[in-house]
């Protein structure tokens, strides 16, 4: 149908062309601002793909008179830099470079470090971009020297946009009429998880899947939906949107949201990442809920259990009934931070060695002047408990378990303080 790709055919060549990022790029924003005074600094571009960052790239360079020249993290060497840094003392330099180098996570230190050669004595601006976060993922004294811009996903309503617009450059270039619904043009807008490409990709495809009866296409929305099933899954599981993921996921759980939960366990289902599912759901029964809703521990278990066994699709099922029951269960994180309060205090070097009479040894040596272990043991005393010192010298009198404000550690406390303070006869109160 075409020799160039949709999606670069409609590439925007104007910031006010250009879909989303209004916090970035309205006409009272910084970077829009800088833009149009024509003073480039060195820029990182953070954001997932598909959103615009080598499209503003491209603009940039050609509204200030640089030549562009474009690397990528995955493939390019020190050589490439230097190749396009010798490019300064002939024509091409004559206004300055601009560099874009895509995917900049994927240079070592030492590529890196060539690059701050050049971007530190004003030889190239470099506009670096990347879908991970900068601040992790490269070299310091780069991030120094530049500013950092973070791209979002796009709201569906530019989305849209971009779509009908892919739909009216068809229509120009065959000559045919393409009819596609509002549903449809909605679904792909969503589908493509806030991704103009995919979208853009999405519409294309779904023309050319389409019957033609003279010149007038019916694109159905079956069509779009099976080409695009799994496109709103944006989803590297290595990547900041796999994190953003599960912390929305378990966050929504301690937040007692069943509703949400459920749409953030969609989308991990959705990619297949049954592991990540089962892990998170796992911690926040433990974490989260804890002892105000112990029970919970073993069926979430077992939920997690028959998921694995019977894999997806049918895994979704005890899985949404686990993370309501989460959801839904009265939450604590009293032992979640008595162990964190407790291994703060093993990594001080606080506690160590043990009392004598919780030693696993029956002898003591010439240097113990009282020889003998004293231990006690609970079971011969009333209601199985008889006071003792169990904490190491150094801790005695630290307390790292607080109730939670639950009903079932508030029983447990009661009895507890029961047990501590008897009756004269040894009895409980």
């Known amino acids: 149908m075409m020799n160039a790709p949709l999606a670069d ?10 879909a989303g990022q209004h916090h970035l790029l309205d006409a009272d924003k910084p970077l829009r601002k800088i833009i149009e005074s024509g003073q480039i600094p060195n820029m990182v571009f953070y954001g997932p793909s598909g959103v615009g960052k080598t499209t503003l790239a491209t603009m940039i360079a050609r509204k200030t008179n640089r030549t562009l ?7 390019a060497t020190t050589a490439d830099i230097r190749n396009i840094v010798s490019e300064l003392s002939g024509f091409s330099g004559v206004n300055g470079i601009l560099l874009y180098l895509d995917e900049i996570q994927y240079f070592n230190k030492k590529q890196q470090q060539t690059l701050l050669e050049f971007i530190e004595d004003g030889s190239i601006t470099l506009i670096a971009s990347t879908t991970e976060n900068p601040y992790f993922y490269v070299y310091s004294a780069i991030l120094s020297r530049s500013t950092v811009f973070e791209f979002k996903s796009l709201e569906k309503n530019d989305v849209m946009k971009a779509v009908r617009r892919a739909v009216s450059l068809l229509e120009k270039e065959t000559g045919e009429e393409i009819a596609i619904s509002d549903q449809s043009v909605e679904h792909i807008a969503y589908a493509c998880g806030g991704d103009v490409r995919k979208a853009i990709n999405a519409v294309e495809l779904s023309v050319i899947a389409s019957p033609i009866n003279g010149r007038k296409r019916e694109v159905g929305f079956e069509t779009v939906v099976s080409l695009t099933q799994k496109s709103a899954v944006r989803y590297d599981r290595e990547g900041d949107e796999h994190y953003d993921l599960l912390s929305a996921f378990q966050k929504s759980m301690r937040g007692s949201d069943p509703d949400a939960a459920v749409h953030y366990l969609a989308r991990i289902l959705a990619a297949d990442d049954l592991p990540s599912a089962c892990r998170r759901l796992m911690v926040c029964a433990c974490e989260d809920v804890g002892l105000a809703n112990p029970q919970i521990i073993p069926i979430v278990k077992a939920a997690v259990d028959a998921a694995m066994m019977v894999g997806l699709p049918e895994a979704r099922i005890p899985l949404a009934d686990a993370v309501v029951l989460v959801a839904l ?23 160590g060695g043990f009392p004598r009479q919780l030693q696993n040894k029956h002898y003591d040596g010439d240097d113990v002047k009282q020889k003998g272990q004293f231990y006690l043991y609970p079971h011969d005393f009333p209601n199985h ?14 307390v790292y378990y607080q109730p939670g404000q639950n009903k079932t550690e508030q029983a447990y406390q009661a009895y507890w303080d029961k047990i501590r303070h008897p009756k004269p006869d040894g009895t409980i109160k």
């Open 69 to 75: 020249r474009k690397l990528n993290g995955t493939t």
């Open 9 to 18: 055919k409609l590439r925007p060549q104007t910031l006010e062309e250009m």
């Open 385 to 398: 408990w008889t006071e003792q010192q169990y904490l190491p010298d150094q801790l005695v009198g630290t």
């Open 329 to 351: 269960s009265p939450k604590s994180n009293s032992a979640y931070l008595a162990i964190d309060q407790a291994m703060a205090d093993v990594r001080a070097g606080k506690g």
